[in-house]
């Protein structure tokens, strides 16, 4: 460590002979740019996950309107797509006209479709709006919306009785960013909130996939940002809230301002 920076140093030995005759260490290189390059990867990973669901669900787009046209029902195919075309285009406009931000509202709009297909109705608050950010704070919001959404998701599957639903609000002033996850999913047990944010804790099987990562991510983040996040749970809905401390950018010439 030096002037309060960590860098990592790789050090191979050099063998002669049997003989140690000295280390090969690699040049420096800064902790925090692997950080950065580590999040920017697991943002790569799930923005290819979005699109993975988006793909599945056309093909079942696809499918429905084959089976129409196969079955000569021309008027239903046309009025169903002209339905798909019409919900599309109404979220778009609508997280359009409030969410600014391109990563934040590309998004939602995958996450509905995700969700979707685990029939979970997903919404977004009428309250919510969102100016654009500063790219690497971009990286953080979506990376904290993306966790609380997946794990909302998974909760509100587990629904006993009625609709499954998961709703997400944001909300900023000056340089604070809110981000409110509700879910229809059962309160969780005592046992499991107090390690619910803990790094490698998960009450799913492995068979789902890896876990136990995303609310200890979300965690660090919000307070890396100066912000934090908890959670309250009941009978009827569990809701995460998120705040962190994000720079935003002008709508001029993509200027980078905060209101600190």
């Known amino acids: 460590m030096r002037k309060g920076r960590v860098t990592v140093l790789n050090r191979i030995r050099v063998n002669r002979g049997g003989q140690n005759i000295g280390s090969l260490v690699t040049p420096k290189r800064d902790t925090a740019e692997l950080v950065q ?3 920017e990867l697991k943002s790569l990973r799930r ?12 093909n079942n787009q696809l499918h429905a309107i084959s089976g129409m046209l196969q079955m000569g029902r021309h008027g239903e195919a046309i009025r169903y797509i002209r339905s798909l ?3 599309d285009r109404l ?3 609508d997280l359009g006209a409030r969410v600014h931000d391109s990563c934040v509202s590309g998004l939602l709009i995958a996450k509905s479709s995700f969700a979707a297909q685990q029939h979970v109705v997903l919404s977004v608050a009428e309250s919510t709006v969102l100016d654009p950010l500063d790219p690497t704070a971009a990286i953080d919001v979506v990376t904290v919306i993306g966790n609380l959404v997946d794990n ?3 909760a509100a599957q587990d629904s006993r009785g009625g609709s499954a639903w998961v709703e997400v609000g944001i909300r900023q002033d000056g340089s604070k960013v809110t981000i409110v996850v509700r879910n229809s999913g059962s309160r ?9 944010f803990r790094n490698g804790y998960t009450t799913k099987s492995a068979e789902k996939g890896e876990r136990g990562i995303g609310l200890a991510l979300t965690r660090a983040i919000c307070e890396r940002r100066g912000g934090e996040v908890a959670f309250t749970t009941s009978s009827n809905e569990t809701v995460f809230r998120a ?3 994000v720079v935003f950018l002008s709508k001029k010439q993509g200027e980078v301002f905060s209101s600190d």
Request: aromatic share 6%.
């Open 47 to 58: 923005s290819n996950s979005f699109l993975r669901a988006q793909v599945h669900e056309f």
């Open 85 to 87: 075309n019409k919900q």
């Open 91 to 93: 979220l778009e406009e």
């Open 152 to 154: 909302a998701v998974d």
């Open 243 to 245: 705040v962190l401390n």
């Open 188 to 196: 969780i047990p005592l046992e499991c909130a107090q390690n619910i």
């Open 37 to 39: 390059l580590e999040r």
